[in-house]
C-alpha cells in the first residue's frame, strides 16, 4: 500500500497511549507526520516520561505502519514528554492568610535544623508576627518534645463548613506535626507518597488562620519530602542549616543546588552555621572551633547566597530543647541575642525577595524596626 499521511493518520486512531485515555490522534499526541519517499517520521507529545510508555507508543506505531502499509518503510518515531497539569494535583496552591512560607533545610542529619527552627519559630513571635510551625520530618518528627505538647492531640473545628485540624500552639506558635498522630515509641514505615498525602493533609486540612510566616521544617536529604512540599506551595524562600565540618558543608551544598535548581527554583534567604565555635563559662573571652572556622560562612560566600549568622555550641540550647523551652526564650542570655540576630536577617532576606517580585506575586514586609507593620 503506498505511503499516505492521511490513511496513516486514521490508522493511528486505532493506537491508544497508556494514560490517555483517548486515542493518539484525538488526544492531541501525534504532533506531525511526514512522509519523505520511503520514511515515515511521527512526532509525538506524550504526558508521562515512563520509558516502557514511551517504548510500547513506538513499538506500535512501527508495527502498524509496517503491517498495513509498508513492510520496507523506514519509520522514525520522535517522542518529547510534556506533562500535563492534573486538575486534582495541588501545585504552589496557596494557603488563605499565609503570608510568607520559609522552608528550614540541611542537606545532612544532625546540624540542629529542628532546633533551629523552632528558636526562629519563637523569636519572630517574640517580635510580633504570628508564626506557624510545619514538622514535614515525617520519619523524625521533633517538634512535640522541643515545643513541650507531646501529649497534645489536636482537635476537629468547623470552618466554613469544612471539617479542620486545629494546630497545637506553644510559646505563640502554632504547629503541627505527624508526632500529634503517632505514639512516642512508634515508627512511621511510609513509602513517599503515603508521606507526602500526610503532609497535604496537615497543610491544606488545617486552620492555620493568618499567618506572617509558616516555617517547615524540612527532614535531611533531598528527596520526596523535599519534592512534595517545593510542588504543593509556593515557598517564599528556603533558610540552609550546617555546621562548619567538611562533611555537614557537602551535604549543605547539595541543598542549595536543590532549591536553586530549574526544576524547584526557590530562592535560598541563606545560610546559617550551628555549632560554630564552643566557649566554655569560665573562659567567656575564648573560643574553640570544634567543627571548623567559618565553613557556613565561606560556602555561602562561594555560592553567593547570604551569611545570616552563627550560633554557637551552647549545653543549654540543647537541654532547652529537649526540656520543651526553645532556648531564644531565655530573657537576656546569649543566645537570645544571637537569634535575634539571626531573626531579623531572615526577615531582612524575606523583604528583599519580597520586593524583587511582582506586586500580585507576594505580601511584603514593610519594616523592621519594632516588627510593628505586621503586630497582632
Known amino acids: 500500500m503506498k505511503l499516505d499521511r492521511k490513511e496513516i493518520l486514521k490508522a493511528l486512531e486505532t493506537i491508544t497511549i497508556a494514560g490517555e485515555g483517548k486515542n493518539m490522534v484525538e488526544s492531541g499526541a501525534v504532533k506531525n507526520v511526514l ?12 504526558s508521562t516520561p515512563a520509558m516502557h510508555i514511551k517504548k510500547r507508543a513506538e513499538d506500535d506505531i512501527k508495527k502498524l505502519i509496517h503491517n498495513q502499509f509498508s513492510t520496507t518503510a523506514t519509520v522514525k518515531v520522535n517522542i518529547k514528554v510534556e506533562a500535563k497539569e492534573n486538575p486534582n494535583e495541588i501545585k504552589g496552591k ?19 535544623k529542628s532546633t533551629v527552627t523552632a528558636n526562629l519559630a519563637v523569636t519572630l513571635a517574640k517580635m510580633g508576627f504570628s508564626v506557624g510551625v510545619l514538622d514535614a520530618d515525617i520519619y523524625g518528627p521533633s517538634m512535640p518534645i522541643m515545643f513541650d505538647v507531646e501529649t497534645e492531640k489536636p482537635i476537629s473545628i468547623t470552618v466554613d463548613g469544612k471539617s479542620k485540624m486545629k494546630p497545637i500552639e506553644s510559646y505563640e506558635v502554632k504547629l503541627l506535626s505527624i508526632g500529634f498522630f503517632t505514639a512516642p515509641s512508634q515508627a512511621v514505615i511510609w513509602r513517599g507518597p503515603m508521606a507526602s498525602k500526610a503532609l ?63 526544576a524547584i527554583n526557590v530562592p535560598v534567604l541563606g545560610i546559617i552555621e550551628n555549632m560554630a565555635y564552643f566557649t566554655p563559662e569560665e573562659l567567656p573571652n575564648n573560643k574553640y572551633y570544634i567543627f571548623g572556622q567559618e565553613g557556613a560562612k565561606n560556602l555561602a560566600n562561594d555560592l553567593n547566597v547570604p551569611f ?41 532576606e524575606t523583604v528583599k525577595r519580597n520586593e524583587n517580585l511582582a506586586p500580585t506575586e507576594a505580601i511584603k514586609i514593610t519594616t523592621m524596626a519594632g516588627c510593628s507593620a505586621v503586630k497582632k
Do not use: C
Not at 512522509?35 to 506524550?46: C, K, N, P, R, Y
Open 308 to 348: 545570616l549568622g552563627e550560633i554557637p555550641l551552647v549545653q543549654g540550647i540543647r537541654e532547652a530543647g529537649d526540656f520543651g523551652r526553645p532556648a531564644a526564650l531565655q530573657t537576656g542570655s546569649i543566645v537570645e541575642s544571637v537569634y535575634e540576630k539571626i531573626t531579623r536577617n531572615v526577615v531582612e
Open 200 to 262: 497535604n493533609q496537615m497543610i491544606f486540612d488545617a486552620d492555620w488562620g493568618e499567618l506572617d510566616f509558616m516555617l517547615i521544617d524540612l527532614p535531611p536529604g533531598t528527596g520526596d519530602i523535599h519534592l512534595s512540599i517545593m510542588q504543593s506551595l509556593p515557598i517564599t524562600g528556603a533558610v540552609i542549616v550546617s555546621t562548619p565540618q567538611v562533611v555537614a558543608l557537602a551535604d549543605a551544598k547539595k541543598g542549595v543546588s536543590m532549591f536553586l535548581s530549574d
Open 94 to 112: 496557596q494557603i488563605p492568610g499565609i503570608k510568607n512560607i520559609i522552608a528550614i533545610a540541611s542537606g545532612k542529619g544532625g546540624v540542629g
Open 35 to 46: 512522509i519523505f519517499g520511503d520514511e515515515v517520521t511521527v512526532d509525538l507529545l506524550i
